[in-house]
């Protein structure tokens, strides 16, 4: 019942951030904004929102965010430590396993949550403009997927996170940038291979069933990386020969 209530509460926030999300898309492209800004905007209302809710939990009698926040990850880990000693894991990898989870995913917390933001602003651009292009002629039909191009200059962010996670003592306050960095702009770069993907199973006409087993593949830890090695080889590959792409289609 437990497992019920709280899927069913996480899929109610997520519809409450793509409602918001989707608001600001359809304000921006009914006001002429390019697409790209749109998305941002609406990434934007999600990290307000978001940083409002943060802000308010601070000033209120409930207890820390933060410490709350650490607290469901230590008690979620108990349980999956459980699992994996049950399969008769040794402590040692065990021990590795929730040192990884803690570094990429609690402490880089900020980064998905801004990268749960960009995401949930690309699926309202979609949605307004798939619905929205049939109700008003200020809004044009959504941009194919395999057009979207991430900007050359964004491969700094990434440089940078590789750099300060390189140069700075571990456990550190700026080794956390330096991680939140990573997850953030990989995140990017795994979007741009799925567009440089989607532009090959267009272009060879793959059916549907095999692009969805591919795109689910892509997703696995493994394939993920080939997936953002594609992204940032697009920079200087150009596979899609997109030398010049227009400012709409451009993150």
């Not at 898309?25 to 002429?32: A, E, N």
């Not at 008003?136 to 997927?145: E, G």
Request: glycine share 6%; with cysteine.
């Amino acid at each position: 019942m437990d497992i019920l209530v709280s899927a069913i509460a996480e899929l109610a926030t997520s519809l409450i951030f793509l409602g918001l999300a989707s608001l600001a898309v359809y304000w921006s492209l009914v006001r002429g904004f390019q697409p790209r800004t749109a998305i941002l905007l609406g990434a934007l209302m999600i990290l307000v929102y978001v940083g409002g809710s943060f802000a308010a939990d601070q000033m209120s009698s409930h207890p820390d965010s933060w410490t709350s926040i650490q607290q469901t990850f230590d008690q979620i880990w108990q349980l999956k430590a459980k699992a994996l000693a049950d399969d008769k894991m040794p402590q040692a990898d065990i021990d590795l396993i929730q040192s990884l989870f803690k570094e990429y995913f609690l402490f880089c917390l900020p980064a998905w949550i801004v990268s749960g933001s960009l995401f949930a602003g690309f699926l309202g651009y979609y949605l307004v403009s798939v619905i929205g292009s049939r109700i008003t002629s200020r809004i044009s039909l959504p941009i194919p997927f395999w057009q979207w191009v991430v900007p050359e200059h964004m491969i700094f962010g990434l440089i940078l996170g590789g750099a300060v996670k390189l140069l700075v003592p571990e456990n550190s306050g700026w080794a956390m940038v330096g991680d939140n960095l990573l997850v953030l702009f990989m995140f990017i770069y795994t979007f741009a291979g799925l567009t440089i993907t989607s532009f090959y199973f267009k272009k060879w006409r793959f059916p549907t069933i095999a692009r969805l087993l591919t795109y689910a593949l892509l997703f696995e830890l493994t394939f993920n990386a080939v997936c953002i090695l594609l992204g940032i080889a697009d920079i200087w590959l150009d596979f899609r020969k997109l030398k010049k792409p227009s400012a709409g289609s451009t993150l």
